[in-house]
T-cell receptor
Framework: SQTIHQWPATLVQPVGSPLSLECTVE??????LYWYRQAAGRGLQLLFY??????ISSEVPQNLSASRPQDRQFILSSKKLLLSDSGFYLC?????????????FGEGSRLTVL | DAKTTQPPSMDCAEGRAANLPCNHS???????VYWYRQIHSQGPQYIIH???NNETNEMASLIITEDRKSSTLILPHATLRDTAVYYCIVRPGNKLVFGAGTILRVKS
């Protein structure tokens, strides 16, 4: 069966520090991968998605970046965090267009920037 | 991208059916309607999806109007654990873009 893991689960970082959130998927190959962010009391915002290794689409201009160094690994990074980067970050995977389109979400990473 | 419109919040009595509406008047012929829900501090959970026929699974039923411009998610016997934010989404390509959703409060 397929599983998705995110880490760390909780992170407290000072403004201006770097960030690295990691997501891995097991039990499937060539998945679509997604990073979403949810600010406190707000809806889910799609940040990045990837249809293959090295292929990243950015949905919102910001100081975050994403990379997909391996088929089932998706990394969210920042060189210098801002206060506005605080939020709940969710990684998700899904099949290709021909599948049902269901997305499976990880447990989330809660980032607080102080 | 087809957009969806949902009421911001709804209340439902425990044990009664919860009917959550969604308008998607600009939906294209090959776009599916998806429903997810998010319980506080968790990732969204897939509920159901459909193209033009009504669908039913162990969680819910999805009723899509004949012109496909709106749909209704039905939770037949709502429980307190169904309290969550419910998202209606029309999928453009590889992306699922979540709107504000409907906060469903199930009350005893």
């Amino acid at each position: 069966s397929q599983t998705i893991h995110q880490w760390p689960a909780t992170l407290v970082q000072p403004v201006g520090s770097p960030l690295s959130l990691e997501c891995t998927v097991e039990g499937t190959s060539n998945p679509n991968l997604y990073w979403y962010r949810q600010a406190a009391g707000r809806g889910l915002q799609l940040l990045f998605y990837s249809v293959g290794i090295g292929q990243i689409s950015s949905e919102v201009p910001q100081n975050l970046s994403a990379s997909r160094p391996q088929d089932r690994q998706f990394i969210l990074s920042s060189k210098k965090l801002l206060l506005s980067d605080s939020g709940f970050y969710l990684c998700a995977w899904g099949g290709q267009l021909s599948s049902t389109g269901e997305l499976f979400f990880g447990e989330g990473s809660r980032l607080t920037v102080l | 991208d087809a957009k969806t419109t949902q009421p911001p919040s709804m209340d439902c009595a425990e044990g009664r059916a919860a009917n959550l509406p969604c308008n998607h008047s600009t939906i294209s012929g090959n776009e599916y309607v998806y429903w997810y829900r998010q319980i506080h501090s968790q990732g969204p959970q897939y509920i159901i999806h459909g193209l033009k026929n009504n669908e039913t699974n162990e969680m819910a039923s999805l009723i899509i109007t004949e012109d496909r411009k709106s749909s209704t998610l039905i939770l037949p016997h709502a429980t307190l654990r169904d309290t969550a934010v419910y998202y209606c989404i029309v999928r453009p390509g590889n992306k699922l873009v979540f709107g504000a959703g409907t906060i469903l409060r199930v009350k005893s």
